[in-house]
């Protein structure tokens, strides 16, 4: 079955007539009646009546000609799509996130923008850890992650810098430091503290402890977690100090624990949207220009220091 001959079958039956038919579709009278008596012999039904004035499609040509409607609409949607898939359009564009970032008001805002801009990209968002995206973001699982600990020679990676965190102090309440208001890092040598695990940035514990270590301080660690909620609660607990994002803060509000800023303590962390640098995926494209429009830049992982 020829879709050629469906659409003559389709043109005849709207135009009640072989000959109007014929000029519509620019074939002559006799290929056209030649093809659908083809078509007739093919399926073994008639799909015309003769009428006078005219033509019209038996039960049979009524039923095939619910069906060839129905496949010249699947084919018009087929090419529909991949026109719009040549432009970024009608795709899914893959972006893993760590477990900070949705809570980070640039991101959801950041999102939210994108899919007014192109409904017609489907974002699909993974939960990951930082570490786990970049062999995810080189297997080519994903198009793009939302991250700490990138990694300092990685000229194959492109990102952008989405936000960025130091870290303060956390204490319980009524703590023996509470009223003091400049807190340096040798000052917490007899402390207890609750520590985010080394899996959660090995970038960052690292240089974090190389931080601490430098002012005369090895933190005594009694409790390790992969979950700043945890952090915080154990602190409110009274098990001890810890050391915390200030966007974890902002976020949190938490009345029953202390935050306060330490001198020496400065150690920052990078959250970056981070893509192959030869992905050139129209929509990974266009998710980029947006957040450059919204005030981030670009820069090759290569020229910054290690998350």
């Given at each position: 079955?020829?879709?050629?001959?469906?659409?003559?079958?389709?043109?005849?039956?709207?135009?009640?007539?072989?000959?109007?038919?014929?000029?519509?579709?620019?074939?002559?009278?006799?290929?056209?009646?030649?093809?659908?008596?083809?078509?007739?012999?093919?399926?073994?039904?008639?799909?015309?009546?003769?009428?006078?004035?005219?033509?019209?499609?038996?039960?049979?040509?009524?039923?095939?000609?619910?069906?060839?409607?129905?496949?010249?609409?699947?084919?018009?949607?087929?090419?529909?799509?991949?026109?719009?898939?040549?432009?970024?359009?009608?795709?899914?564009?893959?972006?893993?996130?760590?477990?900070?970032?949705?809570?980070?008001?640039?991101?959801?805002?950041?999102?939210?923008?994108?899919?007014?801009?192109?409904?017609?990209?489907?974002?699909?968002?993974?939960?990951?850890?930082?570490?786990?995206?970049?062999?995810?973001?080189?297997?080519g699982n994903i198009d793009a992650g939302i991250l700490y600990a990138r990694p300092e020679d990685a000229p194959?990676?492109?990102?952008?810098?989405?936000?960025?965190?130091?870290?303060?102090?956390?204490?319980?309440?009524?703590?023996?430091?509470?009223?003091?208001?400049?807190?340096?890092?040798?000052?917490?040598?007899?402390?207890?503290?609750?520590?985010?695990?080394?899996?959660?940035?090995?970038?960052?514990?690292?240089?974090?402890?190389?931080?601490?270590?430098?002012?005369?301080?090895?933190?005594?660690?009694?409790?390790?977690?992969?979950?700043?909620?945890?952090?915080?609660?154990?602190?409110?607990?009274?098990?001890g100090v810890s050391f915390v994002f200030d966007s974890v803060v902002d976020r949190q509000n938490r009345p029953?624990?202390?935050?306060?800023?330490?001198?020496?303590?400065?150690?920052?962390?990078?959250?970056?949207?981070?893509?192959?640098?030869?992905?050139?995926?129209?929509?990974l494209a266009q998710f980029v220009a947006l957040a450059v429009q919204n005030g981030v830049h670009a820069a090759?992982?290569?020229?910054?220091?290690?998350?």
């Amino acid at each position: 079955m020829d879709l050629h001959h469906l659409k003559y079958v389709v043109v005849a039956a709207e135009e009640g007539s072989f000959h109007d038919a014929s000029e519509r579709l620019k074939v002559a009278p006799s290929a056209l009646s030649r093809r659908i008596q083809d078509l007739e012999s093919e399926l073994g039904v008639a799909l015309f009546e003769r009428i006078s004035g005219g033509i019209r499609p038996s039960y049979a040509g009524e039923v095939l000609i619910g069906y060839a409607r129905r496949i010249f609409a699947e084919v018009e949607a087929t090419a529909e799509h991949f026109r719009r898939l040549a432009n970024g359009q009608e795709t899914v564009l893959r972006i893993a996130l760590n477990g900070i970032a949705p809570q980070l008001p640039v991101v959801p805002a950041l999102f939210r923008r994108f899919r007014i801009r192109h409904p017609e990209v489907e974002l699909k968002l993974i939960a990951m850890r930082s570490s786990d995206q970049l062999d995810a973001l080189r297997a080519g699982n994903i198009d793009a992650g939302i991250l700490y600990a990138r990694p300092e020679d990685a000229p194959d990676l492109t990102c952008l810098r989405l936000a960025s965190h130091r870290f303060v102090l956390a204490l319980p309440l009524h703590h023996a430091l509470a009223g003091i208001d400049e807190i340096r890092l040798e000052m917490l040598v007899n402390e207890d503290f609750v520590f985010f695990t080394r899996s959660f940035g090995t970038g960052i514990y690292d240089r974090l402890m190389a931080n601490c270590r430098a002012h005369g301080l090895v933190p005594r660690v009694i409790q390790e977690t992969s979950s700043e909620h945890m952090q915080l609660g154990l602190v409110a607990a009274g098990m001890g100090v810890s050391f915390v994002f200030d966007s974890v803060v902002d976020r949190q509000n938490r009345p029953d624990i202390l935050i306060k800023t330490v001198r020496d303590l400065a150690v920052e962390e990078h959250l970056d949207l981070t893509w192959r640098q030869d992905d050139t995926t129209p929509a990974l494209a266009q998710f980029v220009a947006l957040a450059v429009q919204n005030g981030v830049h670009a820069a090759n992982s290569s020229d910054d220091q290690e998350k």
